[in-house]
């Protein structure tokens, strides 16, 4: 049973002028086996509380608490966070010249679990989880992210998390940029890796299209820092008939 806890989080950010709060008291509890999916429209904070989860030293918490499992997150280094048990996929995934994806996949897999995988079975774990990904064998040889495709960077996230196999998945705008073919292997991806039972999905999205094919449990509207309004994959519909407007007006 894994749990990520989000309780009253506030974070804040420096710009050129001042301080600027971005959260403004977040709460929200993803269990195993949930999805839950965060909508909203452009600046409400949805890529803050995803960066601010992974640990981005961008982003100060001024109040709040998040806990994985019991275990305070905001105590953890980065890669504290990452072994125990939480995934960011990033909506701009960075380039990492010189590095192959096999190199890359192999340290981090280590990283994790705390011991090499066994190189004959992690290759063919490796070409399977690209191959689920409609990504070729020879993409392993590529550098991280160079040259990629925007479809590539994506399902290249994807592969990650089917093979880091976290306790939970933070997947920040993962639909962005992808054509309709692309958009069904990524969300073929999520849906093997929730299929598990086990695992938590946190799911942030501008748009509905990707909820067509990932079925969220539970759907949150973003608006000015805080969870204007929560519900069942219902709310989903909603969003896509109406619009954010109604929220964005009650918030101001």
Same mark, same amino acid.
């Given at each position: 049973?894994?749990?990520?806890?989000?309780? /009253?989080?506030?974070?804040?950010?420096?710009?050129?002028?001042?301080?600027?709060?971005?959260?403004?008291?977040?709460?929200?509890?993803?269990?195993?086996?949930?999805?839950?999916?965060?909508?909203?429209?452009?600046?409400?904070?949805?890529?803050?509380?995803?960066?601010?989860?992974?640990?981005?030293?961008?982003?100060?918490?001024?109040?709040?608490?998040?806990?994985?499992?019991?275990?305070?997150?905001?105590? @953890?280094?980065?890669?504290?966070?990452?072994?125990?048990?939480?995934? +960011?996929? @990033?909506?701009?995934?960075?380039?990492?010249?010189?590095?192959? &994806?096999?190199?890359?996949?192999?340290?981090?897999?280590?990283?994790?679990?705390?011991?090499?995988?066994?190189?004959?079975?992690? &290759?063919? /774990?490796?070409?399977?989880?690209?191959?689920? *990904? #409609?990504?070729?064998?020879?993409?392993? =040889?590529?550098?991280? *992210?160079?040259?990629?495709?925007?479809?590539?960077?994506?399902?290249?996230?994807?592969? =990650?998390?089917? +093979?880091?196999?976290?306790?939970?998945?933070?997947?920040?705008?993962?639909?962005?940029?992808?054509?309709?073919?692309?958009?069904?292997? &990524?969300?073929?991806?999520? #849906?093997?890796?929730?299929? *598990?039972?086990?695992?938590?999905?946190?799911?942030?999205?501008?748009?509905?299209?990707?909820?067509?094919?990932?079925?969220?449990?539970?759907?949150?509207?973003?608006?000015?820092?805080?969870?204007?309004?929560? !519900? !069942?994959?219902?709310?989903?519909?909603?969003?896509?008939?109406?619009?954010?407007?109604?929220?964005?007006?009650?918030?101001?």
């Amino acid at each position: 049973m894994s749990t990520l806890e989000i309780k /009253d989080l506030h974070v804040t950010v420096e710009t050129e002028d001042s301080t600027k709060e971005i959260l403004k008291g977040v709460t929200l509890t993803i269990k195993d086996g949930e999805t839950h999916a965060i909508m909203g429209p452009n600046g409400s904070g949805k890529s803050t509380l995803a960066y601010t989860i992974a640990g981005h030293p961008k982003y100060t918490v001024t109040q709040g608490t998040i806990l994985l499992d019991g275990e305070d997150v905001l105590e @953890m280094s980065v890669d504290e966070r990452a072994r125990a048990g939480l995934f +960011l996929a @990033m909506q701009y995934p960075v380039e990492i010249p010189g590095v192959s &994806v096999s190199n890359f996949l192999r340290t981090a897999k280590t990283a994790i679990d705390g011991e090499a995988p066994k190189l004959r079975t992690w &290759v063919k /774990d490796v070409n399977a989880a690209l191959a689920a *990904n #409609n990504l070729d064998a020879s993409f392993a =040889q590529r550098s991280v *992210n160079e040259g990629f495709s925007g479809g590539e960077k994506k399902r290249h996230e994807i592969a =990650q998390l089917e +093979l880091l196999a976290p306790k939970v998945a933070v997947l920040d705008e993962t639909d962005s940029g992808l054509d309709i073919d692309a958009l069904k292997v &990524v969300s073929d991806g999520v #849906n093997r890796f929730a299929a *598990n039972g086990d695992k938590g999905v946190l799911l942030i999205t501008h748009y509905t299209r990707i909820l067509r094919y990932i079925k969220p449990d539970f759907v949150h509207v973003f608006v000015n820092g805080r969870i204007a309004e929560q !519900g !069942g994959p219902e709310l989903a519909d909603e969003l896509e008939a109406t619009g954010y407007d109604k929220y964005v007006k009650a918030a101001v």
